[in-house]
Protein backbone atom coordinates (compact mmCIF):
# COMPACT_ATOMS: atom_id res chain seq x y z
CA UNK A 1 0.00 0.00 0.00
CA UNK A 2 1.63 3.26 -0.81
CA UNK A 3 1.98 5.94 1.68
CA UNK A 4 -0.47 8.61 0.02
CA UNK A 5 -3.54 6.55 0.03
CA UNK A 6 -6.34 7.38 1.78
CA UNK A 7 -5.34 4.43 4.52
CA UNK A 8 -1.93 5.55 4.26
CA UNK A 9 -2.56 8.62 5.09
CA UNK A 10 -4.77 7.80 8.20
CA UNK A 11 -1.88 5.34 9.21
CA UNK A 12 1.12 8.03 8.83
CA UNK A 13 -1.07 10.54 10.76
CA UNK A 14 -1.85 8.09 13.82
CA UNK A 15 1.90 7.34 13.86
CA UNK A 16 2.81 10.95 14.11
CA UNK A 17 0.60 12.50 16.43
CA UNK A 18 1.24 9.25 18.89
CA UNK A 19 4.96 9.83 18.33
CA UNK A 20 4.48 13.59 19.45
CA UNK A 21 2.33 12.71 22.40
CA UNK A 22 4.72 10.07 23.53
CA UNK A 23 7.26 12.82 22.70
CA UNK A 24 6.12 15.01 25.06
CA UNK A 25 5.04 12.70 27.86
CA UNK A 26 9.00 12.07 27.86
CA UNK A 27 9.98 15.09 27.55
CA UNK A 28 8.06 16.31 30.64
CA UNK A 29 9.68 13.19 32.67
CA UNK A 30 12.90 13.99 31.47
CA UNK A 31 12.77 17.74 32.44
CA UNK A 32 10.99 16.91 35.79
CA UNK A 33 13.90 14.15 36.75
CA UNK A 34 16.44 16.79 35.45
CA UNK A 35 15.46 20.08 37.12
CA UNK A 36 14.87 17.95 40.19
CA UNK A 37 18.98 16.97 39.93
CA UNK A 38 20.33 20.32 38.92
CA UNK A 39 18.45 21.76 42.14
CA UNK A 40 20.09 19.14 44.35
CA UNK A 41 23.58 20.42 42.90
CA UNK A 42 22.75 24.22 43.20
CA UNK A 43 20.97 23.76 46.65
CA UNK A 44 24.27 25.48 48.33
CA UNK A 45 24.79 27.76 45.57
CA UNK A 46 22.75 31.28 46.27
CA UNK A 47 24.94 32.70 43.60
CA UNK A 48 22.87 30.16 41.05
CA UNK A 49 19.40 31.81 39.93
CA UNK A 50 16.35 29.87 38.29
CA UNK A 51 17.54 31.41 35.22
CA UNK A 52 20.54 29.69 34.92
CA UNK A 53 19.29 26.26 35.84
CA UNK A 54 16.10 26.42 33.72
CA UNK A 55 19.02 27.29 31.40
CA UNK A 56 20.99 24.46 31.61
CA UNK A 57 18.25 21.87 32.05
CA UNK A 58 16.72 23.01 28.40
CA UNK A 59 20.03 22.76 26.69
CA UNK A 60 20.49 19.21 28.38
CA UNK A 61 16.95 17.95 26.94
CA UNK A 62 18.43 16.76 23.64
CA UNK A 63 21.44 15.01 24.84
CA UNK A 64 19.02 13.32 26.87
CA UNK A 65 16.34 12.48 24.63
CA UNK A 66 18.80 11.24 21.82
CA UNK A 67 19.35 8.15 24.12
CA UNK A 68 15.57 7.15 24.24
CA UNK A 69 14.96 8.05 21.06
CA UNK A 70 14.23 5.00 19.29
CA UNK A 71 12.24 3.66 22.36
CA UNK A 72 9.90 6.48 22.05
CA UNK A 73 9.53 5.65 18.45
CA UNK A 74 8.58 1.55 19.66
CA UNK A 75 6.34 3.28 22.48
CA UNK A 76 4.14 5.25 19.96
CA UNK A 77 4.13 2.48 17.35
CA UNK A 78 2.98 0.05 19.79
CA UNK A 79 0.18 2.76 21.10
CA UNK A 80 -0.82 2.97 17.38
CA UNK A 81 -0.95 -0.66 16.75
CA UNK A 82 -3.08 -1.06 19.91
CA UNK A 83 -5.63 1.26 19.05
CA UNK A 84 -6.12 -0.36 15.33
CA UNK A 85 -6.30 -3.53 16.89
CA UNK A 86 -8.82 -3.13 19.85
CA UNK A 87 -11.01 -0.51 17.41
CA UNK A 88 -11.32 -4.10 15.01
CA UNK A 89 -9.70 -1.81 12.21
CA UNK A 90 -6.57 -3.81 11.53
CA UNK A 91 -9.11 -6.83 11.01
CA UNK A 92 -11.15 -4.28 8.52
CA UNK A 93 -7.98 -3.73 6.75
CA UNK A 94 -6.61 -7.28 6.49
CA UNK A 95 -10.05 -8.10 5.29
CA UNK A 96 -10.37 -5.44 2.68
CA UNK A 97 -7.10 -7.47 0.87
CA UNK A 98 -4.03 -5.34 2.46
CA UNK A 99 -1.74 -7.67 3.77
CA UNK A 100 0.28 -6.80 7.15
CA UNK A 101 3.30 -5.53 5.05
CA UNK A 102 1.07 -2.98 3.23
CA UNK A 103 -0.25 -2.29 6.85
CA UNK A 104 3.16 -1.32 7.97
CA UNK A 105 4.73 0.21 4.83
CA UNK A 106 3.39 3.87 5.09
CA UNK A 107 4.04 3.58 9.27
CA UNK A 108 7.28 3.00 8.41
CA UNK A 109 7.63 5.28 5.76
CA UNK A 110 6.57 8.06 7.93
CA UNK A 111 8.95 6.63 10.52
CA UNK A 112 11.90 6.88 8.08
CA UNK A 113 11.39 10.07 7.40
CA UNK A 114 11.04 11.70 11.26
CA UNK A 115 14.26 9.63 11.37
CA UNK A 116 16.32 11.68 8.58
CA UNK A 117 14.57 14.72 9.70
CA UNK A 118 15.60 14.76 13.31
CA UNK A 119 19.57 13.37 11.79
CA UNK A 120 19.61 16.25 9.16
CA UNK A 121 17.26 19.05 10.66
CA UNK A 122 16.57 18.33 14.65
CA UNK A 123 20.40 17.18 15.19
CA UNK A 124 22.69 20.19 14.75
CA UNK A 125 20.43 22.11 16.87
CA UNK A 126 20.58 19.33 19.69
CA UNK A 127 24.32 19.96 19.52
CA UNK A 128 24.82 23.28 19.35
CA UNK A 129 22.27 23.13 22.76
CA UNK A 130 24.43 20.61 24.05
CA UNK A 131 27.42 22.34 23.38
CA UNK A 132 26.41 25.38 25.39
CA UNK A 133 25.26 22.84 28.30
CA UNK A 134 29.08 21.96 28.42
CA UNK A 135 29.92 25.81 28.56
CA UNK A 136 26.99 26.28 31.57
CA UNK A 137 28.34 23.22 33.36
CA UNK A 138 31.74 24.50 33.38
CA UNK A 139 30.87 27.76 34.77
CA UNK A 140 28.82 26.07 37.38
CA UNK A 141 32.10 24.27 38.12
CA UNK A 142 34.22 26.89 38.55
CA UNK A 143 32.02 29.82 39.95
CA UNK A 144 32.60 31.48 37.06
CA UNK A 145 29.71 32.94 35.16
CA UNK A 146 32.07 34.10 32.26
CA UNK A 147 34.23 31.02 31.96
CA UNK A 148 34.65 29.73 28.37
CA UNK A 149 37.44 27.22 29.61
CA UNK A 150 37.16 24.22 27.13
CA UNK A 151 39.18 22.05 29.00
CA UNK A 152 41.37 21.47 32.40
CA UNK A 153 43.09 18.50 30.46
CA UNK A 154 44.71 20.38 28.62
CA UNK A 155 45.17 20.53 24.89
CA UNK A 156 47.37 18.38 22.51
CA UNK A 157 47.44 18.67 18.39
CA UNK A 158 49.49 16.42 16.15
CA UNK A 159 49.95 18.23 12.62
CA UNK A 160 51.80 17.83 9.90
CA UNK A 161 53.14 20.65 8.28
CA UNK A 162 54.47 19.47 5.23
CA UNK A 163 56.02 15.76 3.89
CA UNK A 164 59.00 15.77 6.22
CA UNK A 165 57.56 17.60 8.89
CA UNK A 166 54.96 17.27 11.85
CA UNK A 167 54.68 19.11 15.45
CA UNK A 168 52.79 18.09 18.31
CA UNK A 169 51.76 20.69 20.40
CA UNK A 170 50.76 20.42 23.83
CA UNK A 171 49.05 23.55 26.35
CA UNK A 172 47.89 23.43 29.36
CA UNK A 173 44.57 25.34 29.17
CA UNK A 174 43.01 27.05 26.09
CA UNK A 175 40.54 30.13 26.40
CA UNK A 176 38.20 31.44 23.88
CA UNK A 177 38.58 35.48 23.20
CA UNK A 178 36.37 36.00 20.58
CA UNK A 179 34.85 33.79 17.50
CA UNK A 180 37.95 33.56 15.74
CA UNK A 181 40.67 33.89 18.55
CA UNK A 182 42.09 31.37 20.79
CA UNK A 183 44.63 32.09 23.87
CA UNK A 184 46.39 29.05 24.74
CA UNK A 185 48.19 29.03 27.90
CA UNK A 186 52.16 26.95 29.05
CA UNK A 187 52.60 26.06 24.96
CA UNK A 188 55.30 23.22 24.10
CA UNK A 189 56.00 22.21 20.69
CA UNK A 190 57.85 19.57 19.53
CA UNK A 191 59.42 19.65 15.76
CA UNK A 192 59.44 15.84 14.17
CA UNK A 193 61.01 15.00 11.14
CA UNK A 194 59.29 12.23 9.33
CA UNK A 195 60.65 9.18 11.00
CA UNK A 196 59.53 10.58 14.35
CA UNK A 197 62.82 12.21 15.50
CA UNK A 198 63.00 15.31 17.48
CA UNK A 199 64.58 18.55 15.94
CA UNK A 200 63.90 21.05 18.26
CA UNK A 201 61.64 22.07 21.18
CA UNK A 202 59.59 25.40 21.28
CA UNK A 203 58.48 26.78 24.69
CA UNK A 204 56.29 29.79 25.40
CA UNK A 205 54.27 31.35 27.75
CA UNK A 206 51.18 31.57 25.72
CA UNK A 207 50.12 31.27 22.11
CA UNK A 208 47.23 32.94 19.67
CA UNK A 209 45.72 31.29 17.40
CA UNK A 210 43.81 33.80 14.71
CA UNK A 211 43.39 32.96 11.82
CA UNK A 212 45.28 30.30 10.55
CA UNK A 213 48.53 31.39 11.94
CA UNK A 214 49.87 30.30 15.59
CA UNK A 215 51.60 33.62 17.85
CA UNK A 216 53.91 31.88 20.29
CA UNK A 217 54.98 34.59 22.85
CA UNK A 218 57.79 34.90 25.22
CA UNK A 219 59.37 32.39 23.52
CA UNK A 220 62.18 29.92 24.16
CA UNK A 221 64.04 27.34 21.81
CA UNK A 222 65.96 24.71 22.51
CA UNK A 223 67.76 22.39 20.26
CA UNK A 224 70.56 19.76 20.36
CA UNK A 225 73.88 20.93 21.01
CA UNK A 226 73.04 24.68 20.88
CA UNK A 227 72.25 26.90 23.40
CA UNK A 228 69.09 28.17 24.08
CA UNK A 229 67.08 30.66 21.94
CA UNK A 230 64.88 33.45 23.53
CA UNK A 231 62.41 35.33 21.07
CA UNK A 232 59.63 37.51 21.84
CA UNK A 233 57.38 36.14 18.83
CA UNK A 234 57.66 33.06 16.78
CA UNK A 235 54.57 32.52 14.20
CA UNK A 236 53.85 29.38 12.37
CA UNK A 237 51.19 28.26 9.86
CA UNK A 238 48.82 25.82 10.96
CA UNK A 239 45.24 24.48 9.06
CA UNK A 240 43.96 24.01 12.50
CA UNK A 241 41.10 26.55 13.42
CA UNK A 242 39.20 27.80 16.83
CA UNK A 243 36.28 25.71 15.81
CA UNK A 244 38.15 22.64 15.14
CA UNK A 245 40.09 22.77 18.36
CA UNK A 246 36.88 23.67 20.27
CA UNK A 247 35.39 20.63 18.66
CA UNK A 248 38.55 18.78 20.48
CA UNK A 249 37.10 19.29 23.92
CA UNK A 250 33.14 18.30 23.65
CA UNK A 251 31.73 14.62 22.47
CA UNK A 252 30.85 13.96 19.32
CA UNK A 253 27.08 14.17 20.64
CA UNK A 254 28.32 17.63 20.64
CA UNK A 255 29.15 17.87 17.14
CA UNK A 256 26.38 18.34 14.44
CA UNK A 257 25.55 15.72 11.98
CA UNK A 258 26.99 17.86 9.03
CA UNK A 259 30.70 18.69 10.62
CA UNK A 260 31.48 15.56 11.94
CA UNK A 261 32.83 14.24 8.55
CA UNK A 262 35.42 16.99 8.38
CA UNK A 263 36.06 16.82 12.19
CA UNK A 264 36.82 12.71 11.18
CA UNK A 265 38.87 13.71 8.38
CA UNK A 266 41.22 16.19 10.41
CA UNK A 267 41.76 13.63 13.01
CA UNK A 268 42.87 11.19 10.72
CA UNK A 269 45.31 13.90 9.07
CA UNK A 270 46.65 14.42 12.32
CA UNK A 271 47.19 10.91 13.39
CA UNK A 272 44.62 10.83 16.29
CA UNK A 273 42.38 8.14 16.50
CA UNK A 274 38.46 9.36 14.98
CA UNK A 275 36.97 6.19 16.06
CA UNK A 276 34.44 7.55 18.75
CA UNK A 277 33.04 10.19 15.76
CA UNK A 278 33.32 7.54 13.17
CA UNK A 279 30.49 5.77 15.55
CA UNK A 280 28.79 8.98 16.30
CA UNK A 281 28.40 9.88 12.22
CA UNK A 282 27.61 5.75 11.36
CA UNK A 283 24.88 6.04 14.16
CA UNK A 284 23.29 8.82 12.66
CA UNK A 285 22.80 7.65 9.32
CA UNK A 286 21.50 4.33 10.72
CA UNK A 287 19.64 6.36 13.16
CA UNK A 288 16.04 6.18 10.81
CA UNK A 289 16.78 2.34 9.91
CA UNK A 290 16.95 2.06 13.65
CA UNK A 291 13.58 3.66 14.08
CA UNK A 292 12.10 1.17 11.25
CA UNK A 293 13.66 -1.83 13.65
CA UNK A 294 12.25 -0.81 16.59
CA UNK A 295 8.60 -0.21 14.49
CA UNK A 296 8.96 -3.92 13.29
CA UNK A 297 9.60 -5.05 17.47
CA UNK A 298 6.71 -2.59 17.95
CA UNK A 299 4.56 -4.99 15.29
CA UNK A 300 5.70 -8.31 16.88
CA UNK A 301 3.63 -7.74 20.11
CA UNK A 302 1.32 -5.06 19.94
CA UNK A 303 -0.70 -6.16 15.68
CA UNK A 304 -2.99 -8.66 16.72
CA UNK A 305 -6.01 -9.04 15.12
CA UNK A 306 -8.54 -8.87 18.20
CA UNK A 307 -6.95 -7.18 21.47
CA UNK A 308 -10.24 -7.44 23.18
CA UNK A 309 -9.98 -11.15 23.68
CA UNK A 310 -6.65 -9.88 26.38
CA UNK A 311 -2.88 -9.93 25.71
CA UNK A 312 -2.17 -6.01 26.81
CA UNK A 313 -0.10 -7.19 29.46
CA UNK A 314 1.84 -9.71 27.53
CA UNK A 315 2.25 -6.35 24.94
CA UNK A 316 3.55 -3.86 27.60
CA UNK A 317 6.11 -6.90 28.94
CA UNK A 318 7.03 -8.36 26.00
CA UNK A 319 7.82 -5.14 24.54
CA UNK A 320 9.56 -3.11 27.11
CA UNK A 321 11.33 -6.58 27.42
CA UNK A 322 12.36 -6.38 23.91
CA UNK A 323 13.16 -2.64 23.82
CA UNK A 324 16.07 -3.09 26.79
CA UNK A 325 17.31 -6.50 25.16
CA UNK A 326 17.37 -4.60 21.87
CA UNK A 327 19.52 -1.65 23.94
CA UNK A 328 21.48 -3.63 25.95
CA UNK A 329 22.69 -5.70 23.21
CA UNK A 330 23.60 -2.99 20.87
CA UNK A 331 25.54 -0.95 23.67
CA UNK A 332 27.53 -4.05 24.31
CA UNK A 333 28.54 -4.23 20.18
CA UNK A 334 29.04 -0.47 20.60
CA UNK A 335 31.70 -0.72 23.24
CA UNK A 336 33.42 -3.53 21.14
CA UNK A 337 33.41 -1.01 18.03
CA UNK A 338 35.13 1.84 20.37
CA UNK A 339 37.46 -0.40 21.51
CA UNK A 340 38.91 -1.73 17.77
CA UNK A 341 37.47 -5.26 18.56
CA UNK A 342 35.20 -5.52 15.19
CA UNK A 343 35.03 -2.73 12.81
CA UNK A 344 33.06 0.35 13.39
CA UNK A 345 30.68 -0.40 10.35
CA UNK A 346 30.00 -4.01 11.68
CA UNK A 347 29.22 -2.37 15.44
CA UNK A 348 26.81 0.21 13.79
CA UNK A 349 24.82 -1.95 11.98
CA UNK A 350 24.72 -5.33 13.12
CA UNK A 351 22.38 -4.60 15.96
CA UNK A 352 20.11 -3.38 13.30
CA UNK A 353 20.21 -6.16 10.59
CA UNK A 354 19.62 -8.69 14.02
CA UNK A 355 16.35 -6.70 14.97
CA UNK A 356 14.95 -6.35 11.27
CA UNK A 357 16.04 -10.10 10.22
CA UNK A 358 14.45 -11.46 14.00
CA UNK A 359 11.13 -9.47 13.15
CA UNK A 360 10.69 -10.13 9.87
CA UNK A 361 10.89 -13.91 10.14
CA UNK A 362 8.29 -13.68 13.43
CA UNK A 363 5.97 -11.29 11.60
CA UNK A 364 6.46 -13.79 8.19
CA UNK A 365 5.70 -16.91 10.85
CA UNK A 366 2.57 -15.02 12.34
CA UNK A 367 1.54 -13.90 8.57
CA UNK A 368 1.35 -17.32 7.34
CA UNK A 369 -0.40 -19.02 10.30
Given at each position: MKPNTILGIYLTK??????????????????????????????????????????????????????????????????????????????????????VWGFLTPILFAVFVI??????????????????F???????????????????????????TDANHVLVMQAKSVRQQD??????????????????????RVEAFMAVLKGNVFELKDVHVFEAGKPRINLNTVQYETTLTA????????????????DLPGTIAFYKKS????????????SLIALPFMLCAMVLVAAVFALRPNMRRGGVMFLIVGGIASGFLVYFSSQVIYAFGLNGYIPVELAVWAPILIVVMVSVSVMLHLEDG
Open positions: QIVWNFLAVLSMVLGVVFMFEMIDLLRRVADRPDIGWGFVLEMVIMKLPRTLDMVFPFVMMIAAMVTFWKVSKSNEFVIIRAAGVSGVLNVTVVNPVAAKMYEMETLDYRLKTKNPKAVLFSDKGLWIREADETLHLYDVSILELDRNSQILRDRIKENFIDPEAISFWGFSAIKHQMRYL
